[in-house]
C-alpha cells in the first residue's frame, strides 16, 4: 500500500504540467524555435518567463479519444471525451516547489525527492484546486464496462468534484452511488499520508530501485526511452513550427513532428537497437538481429506506413502580456491508406477490412484565463474525512 500511495504523490506532481502553465526553471528547455524570425522566437521565451510567475490562474481542458473501425469494438466508432474547469492557486513555498519539480520526469522527480522530500511537501500543503471533471463515452462502451462490473450500471456521462486545500485532496464521487461510492464530499489527508512516506524514508528506497544498475534491461531501457521521448529537444531536427495569428490577435505557434523522417534516421536506428541489445524486446520473442535486419525497410516504408500520421502541438500566446492562452497537441492516424496497402502486398490480416475506414485519435485542449487573479477556494465544509490510519491497515507492498 506504501508503494502505491508514493505513486500517487509522485504522479500528483507531475500532474502539474496538464494544464499548460509552464513553470520555468534552470533545467526547462528553452522553447523549440525552428526557423521562426528572433522577434518569434523571442516572444515564446518571454512567454515561457511569464509563465514562470503565474501563482494563480483559471483553466478548462478538454481531451478526445476516438477509435473507429477496429474490430472487437462495441460501436464503429468508440469516443470518450473528457472535459475539466479547475481554479488553481499557490502559495510562495508550493511555486518554488513547483518550479524545481517541473521539466523532470518520474525518475529524476523521484531521485530529487530522495535527497530533498521537502518540495513536494510544500506543494501539496501550498497548492489549492478547485475542479470538475466531465466524462462522456459511447453508450456502447459504457454497456462493455457494466457487463465487466457483474451488471452494476456504468454511466455513460458522470461528474466528479475534485478540491485540493490546505494538504486534504476532497472528491464528491455521487456520480457513482450505483457502484457503491458515498454521497457527498470525502476528504483525503494527503498531506499527512506524505510526511508519513518522507518519515518513513520510502523516496530514499524508491529511488535506489529505479537507479539503472538495480533495474532489469528491459526496465532500465524503457526508462531510458521515456526520458528520451519527454526530451523535445532529441526531436528538433525532425519539427517544423510555423507561427500564424489567432481569432482574438494572439500568436499561434504550431509546432508538428516529420515521423516518417524520424522512423527512416539513423538516430531512430540506433534507439531501436540500443533497445534491443537491451533487451526490450525479449518477451515478442524477436531478437536484436531479427529487429536490425528489419531497420533498413521499416526505413524505406515509413513514408507510406506514416502518411496519415498526425503528431503536433500548439500554443497561443497573448503578445500584449505574454501568457499562453491556450495549448493544444494532437495525435491521429488515418489508418485507411496502410490497411490498402497491406491488402494490396496480401498482408491483411483476414479480420480486417481494406474498403472500411479505420483511425484513431487523441487530442487535448487547454484555455488559461484570469492569471494572477485571487482564486477562492475553499474546503467542503461536510466532507467525511478518512483517517490516515485506514490507508496503512494492510501490510505494506
Do not use: H
Amino acid at each position: 500500500m506504501r508503494s502505491k500511495m508514493l505513486g500517487l504523490l509522485v504522479v500528483l506532481a507531475l500532474l502539474l504540467g496538464t494544464f499548460g502553465t509552464a513553470f520555468a526553471q534552470d533545467e526547462m528547455p528553452a522553447p523549440f524555435c525552428g526557423n521562426l524570425s528572433e522577434e518569434d522566437c523571442t516572444l515564446l521565451k518571454d512567454a515561457q518567463a511569464a509563465m514562470m510567475e503565474v501563482s494563480s490562474y483559471k483553466a478548462s481542458a478538454t481531451y478526445d479519444a476516438s477509435v473507429a473501425g477496429i474490430p472487437g469494438l462495441p460501436a464503429d466508432e468508440v469516443n470518450v471525451n473528457v472535459g475539466v474547469d479547475s481554479s488553481f492557486a499557490m502559495d510562495d513555498a508550493a511555486m518554488a516547489a513547483a518550479q524545481g519539480l517541473m521539466g523532470k520526469d518520474q525518475q529524476a522527480v523521484t531521485a530529487a525527492l530522495a535527497e530533498d522530500a521537502q518540495p513536494l511537501v510544500d506543494l501539496i500543503n501550498g497548492w489549492k484546486v478547485d475542479g470538475t471533471i466531465n466524462v462522456d463515452m459511447t453508450p456502447e462502451l459504457a454497456d462493455v464496462f457494466t457487463a465487466q462490473a457483474g451488471g452494476i450500471p456504468i454511466p455513460a456521462s458522470a461528474a466528479v468534484g475534485l478540491i485540493l486545500a490546505d494538504g486534504v485532496l476532497y472528491a464528491d464521487l455521487s456520480a457513482f452511488a450505483d457502484l457503491g461510492a458515498p454521497e457527498g464530499w470525502l476528504g483525503i489527508p494527503v498531506g499527512e499520508l506524505l510526511q508519513a512516506q518522507v518519515d518513513a524514508g520510502v523516496f530514499k528506497t524508491a529511488a535506489a530501485q529505479m537507479d539503472p544498475k538495480n533495474l532489469d534491461p528491459a526496465t532500465a531501457a524503457s526508462l531510458g526511452l521515456t526520458s528520451m521521448l519527454t526530451n523535445p529537444q532529441a526531436f528538433e531536427k525532425f519539427m517544423t513550427v510555423e507561427k500564424s495569428e489567432g481569432a482574438n490577435g494572439e500568436a499561434v505557434f504550431t509546432t508538428s513532428l516529420d515521423v516518417a523522417s524520424l522512423v527512416a534516421s539513423p538516430e531512430f536506428a540506433a534507439m531501436i537497437k540500443g533497445l534491443a541489445d537491451a533487451g526490450a524486446f525479449a518477451e515478442s520473442g524477436l531478437t536484436a538481429a531479427d529487429i536490425e535486419a528489419n531497420l533498413p525497410m521499416l526505413g524505406m516504408m515509413a513514408p507510406m506506413i506514416f502518411a496519415d500520421l498526425k503528431i503536433g502541438s500548439s500554443v497561443s500566446v497573448d503578445p500584449e502580456n505574454s501568457y499562453v492562452t491556450n495549448s493544444t497537441s494532437e495525435f491521429s492516424w488515418d489508418l485507411s491508406g496502410l490497411l490498402q496497402m497491406a491488402a494490396m502486398s496480401g498482408q491483411l490480416p483476414a479480420e480486417l477490412d481494406a474498403s472500411q475506414p479505420m483511425s484513431i485519435s487523441f487530442t487535448t485542449s487547454v484555455d488559461n484565463s484570469d492569471f494572477n487573479v485571487e482564486q477562492t477556494i475553499e474546503a467542503p465544509a461536510d466532507a467525511m474525512m478518512i483517517p490516515a490510519e485506514s490507508f496503512y491497515a494492510q501490510p505494506a507492498q
